[in-house]
């Protein structure tokens, strides 16, 4: 509580009633709406009074007879500090705020004014401590939950990308299992694998005609200049007693991202949450979910398919597993866990055909969209962790019910599209997917293409 009101210290010579103003419904009312920059307890509420708590679903709901063979966890990293360029523009809005006469209208930017800037462009999305606590506690839940596959001495297999708050969050990973696998801190190295971890970066049709292509964005960029934004930066701007012309929708989105990271990083409520009510917050949650959609979900179908290079490699090992098991042969990689990036687990979610809606997420259906699948909050909040879990089972009825699946995201339970079931026959989900495993070659998805044609024809 003590530190809840430290930014709040420095505004304590405003009048009661501006005060007042300043603290805000409490972040509580935002928090579910922050995007990709969403802290895990959000899609897990029960973590808050007990982060090791496997929480109300905590059963596999597995026949007794089936055992886990092999886990293969791709997890994205822990909580992060603001990237520089993020740094760099709140440095800019915060110093507009300073350079303004305190006006006894706006508490809200007096309030702003004495906050303490206290990033810096050094912390580049780095990995916070709460990102490592993240890790660790996530680590100790899943060998809780699957305690047969983190059994002493059993191997594991770390990979990461190569940025430092994914190597960072391997390390906390493995250190939050010493105890149950019997690990000295240093015994497994964090391989570097970003072929997999970034498949994105090494598919030069994504690149040039999603990443490094402005026109690919154009409902988003739609979006910021639409009505709902509109709104929402002159109310924003009202609030600063600022000229609404000083504002643009990328400032408001990094006032709202620090109420978010202040949550996320310090588990305080920011004044800069002062600023936004929660339909506000739905708002600035489409725009993040609107470029989610467009550069790593459903919007173009290159951001799928370039992930198809990690989803064979998942089945080539589960079919690795199979083989061994079948040859009565001990399980050579029980344990594979690799840490990448909201960017890693969207476009696979996608390419396996989870959070599809009906309508495509456009500039002008905003409101049609209120009740969508598609929200990256609920998706790929930090820490987030999509699990395949492949089991041994006796006494089956016929040989294809003998190896069995389960996938599990933020530690939840699929459903698989194929049955509307939480297990599936391994034979039968291979089936699902027998399309992508067997035609999706990331080298010709990912060639551009030679004649020298529109992006957007060619998207």
């Given at each position: ?61 597995l ?13 994205r ?12 523009r ?38 916070a ?54 690990l ?63 504002l ?24 800069w ?35 198809c ?8 090992h ?9 040859s ?46 598609f ?85």
């Amino acid at each position: 509580a003590v530190a809840a009101m430290a930014p709040y210290r420095a505004a304590a010579a405003l009048p009661s009633v501006a005060i007042l103003l300043l603290l805000p419904l409490a972040s509580a009312g935002l928090s579910g709406y922050f995007g990709t920059k969403s802290r895990y307890e959000e899609v897990n509420p029960h973590l808050l009074r007990d982060p090791l708590s496997l929480g109300p679903a905590a059963g596999s709901q597995l026949p007794a007879a089936c055992a886990p063979l092999q886990l293969r966890a791709l997890l994205r990293h822990g909580t992060r500090y603001p990237t520089s360029g993020q740094i760099r523009r709140l440095g800019q809005l915060h110093a507009r705020l300073l350079r303004r006469p305190a006006a006894a209208a706006c508490p809200a930017a007096a309030a702003l004014a004495a906050w303490q800037m206290w990033y810096e462009e050094s912390l580049d999305g780095r990995l916070a401590p709460q990102g490592r606590r993240d890790m660790e506690h996530l680590a100790r839940r899943l060998a809780a939950r699957f305690p047969a596959l983190f059994a002493a001495r059993r191997r594991l297999a770390l990979a990461s990308s190569s940025k430092h708050r994914c190597l960072q969050s391997g390390a906390a990973f493995r250190d939050g299992l010493g105890p149950s696998l019997g690990l000295a801190s240093d015994e497994v190295e964090v391989e570097v694998n970003d072929s997999l971890m970034r498949f994105f970066d090494h598919c030069a049709k994504f690149v040039a005609l999603v990443e490094d292509n402005d026109a690919a964005m154009c409902q988003v960029d739609a979006f910021k200049e639409g009505p709902e934004m509109r709104e929402v930066l002159e109310k924003v701007a009202s609030a600063l007693c600022l000229p609404v012309e000083e504002l643009n929708a990328d400032l408001v989105q990094v006032a709202f991202l620090t109420c978010s990271y202040e949550l996320a990083i310090k588990n305080v409520t920011s004044p800069w949450c002062s600023l936004f009510s929660e339909e506000d917050a739905k708002v600035l949650e489409y725009l993040n979910d609107l470029k989610q959609y467009w550069k790593r979900g459903y919007g173009y179908d290159i951001n799928s398919r370039s992930s198809c290079i990690l989803f064979q490699d998942i089945f080539r090992h589960l079919d690795k597993a199979v083989e061994e098991s079948k040859s009565s042969k001990p399980i050579s990689s029980p344990l594979i866990v690799q840490v990448g990036h909201a960017e890693t687990l969207q476009p696979l979610l996608a390419l396996m055909g989870f959070f599809k809606d009906d309508e495509p997420l456009k500039a002008n259906n905003y409101v049609r969209q209120t009740h969508r699948k598609f929200r990256s909050g609920r998706i790929v909040p930090y820490a987030a962790n999509l699990v395949f879990v492949l089991y041994h089972c006796d006494q089956v009825k016929t040989s294809k019910e003998e190896y069995q699946v389960q996938v599990l995201l933020n530690e939840k339970l699929m459903l698989f599209h194929h049955s509307n079931e939480t297990i599936s026959t391994y034979a039968d989900l291979k089936d699902y997917y027998k399309d992508i495993l067997e035609n999706c070659h990331f080298k010709e998805e990912c060639e551009l293409p030679k004649i020298n044609i529109t992006a957007v024809d060619e998207l």
